[in-house]
């Protein structure tokens, strides 16, 4: 049975979330489907410039992403403080990129005088789209709205172009944080797409290396930075690691699920794994197979207290 919204996203428990999408047509959201020969892969295109966008209008960062043949991850990250400091201009101005709006909010944005209680109906209406602004069910919905109405045009068809509604998992911990980022960015490597991080097209993991060597696309969304010091977590909105610790435990993770790519990377010189106080093992069930599961609201350690005294194998799929 589903569940309500109300009781999977709750901004009080965590920020962060994990979303999922995925087409319900035979034909691919973004691959190459087999039967026809047909190539859908500028899908992918459409799905990040909408990324970018979509990041640019709402209170919502995000931290990681990966589009994948019939399906896409994204963790989102709602400052929900941020939209509380917007002005009401600024919120006219933010929604006003994505719908046209009420005559009564163009005569204000034109400068109209308006009567006291128009002013007021204004207000109300503001304050309406500030909350839709950090919602993640405004942001998937209008993401997913978008590119099924583009991709049906595309088809010439109607109907559903999406299975059901996004599927959404709370990350309430670093480690749950850590582990389902990591699970989006290596999703290409798992399924034998991409045999290193920087070949691994539409992920960000890709497009972090891609902005290090300074070669990422303008079209690409800006993605939510990680703090280089203790300052920068302090004074920014960014997440709580360093960048390259955390590029470094993604590619000694993906080292893991690939037995056949060459090299490896000492456990002992994954500093992230010793800053969450878990061990090879531990990381390797969170990144690799504790995602599969249909779990929300997880906190990450009390799930692998319960698979330890149930006795789960320690070997990863």
Known sequence: MTRPRSALISLEATPYYHCIARCVRRAFLCGQDKQSGRSFDHRKTWLVTRFKKLSEVFAIDIPAYAVMSNHYHLVLHVDKARSEGWSREEVIVRWKRLYEGPELVQRFAQGEALSDAELEIINRTVEVWRSRLASISWFMSCLN???????????????????????????????????????????????????????????????????????????????????????????????????????????????????????????????????????????????????????????????????????SPSKVA
């Open 145 to 311: 709205y978008h590119i099924a109405l583009h991709a049906n045009k595309e088809d010439g068809c109607t109907g559903r172009f999406w299975e059901g509604r996004f599927k959404s998992q709370a990350l309430l911990d670093d480690a749950a944080l850590l582990s389902c980022m990591a699970y989006v960015d290596l999703n290409p490597i798992r399924a034998g797409l991409a045999a290193s991080l920087e070949e691994s097209d539409f992920t960000s993991i890709q497009h972090r290396i891609y902005e290090i060597q300074g070669k990422c696309d303008r079209d690409k969304p800006k993605l939510m930075s990680f703090a280089e010091s203790a300052m920068d977590e302090q004074q920014h909105n960014c997440l709580p690691y360093n960048l390259g610790d955390y590029l470094e435990l993604v590619d000694w993770t993906g080292r893991v699920i690939r037995n056949d790519k060459i090299g490896y990377i000492k456990n002992t010189e994954t500093k992230l794994l010793t800053s969450l106080e878990l061990s090879a093992m531990q990381w390797q069930v969170l990144a690799l197979q504790i995602q599969k599961k249909s779990i929300t609201m997880l906190h990450v350690l009390d799930k692998l207290a319960s698979m330890e005294k149930k006795g």
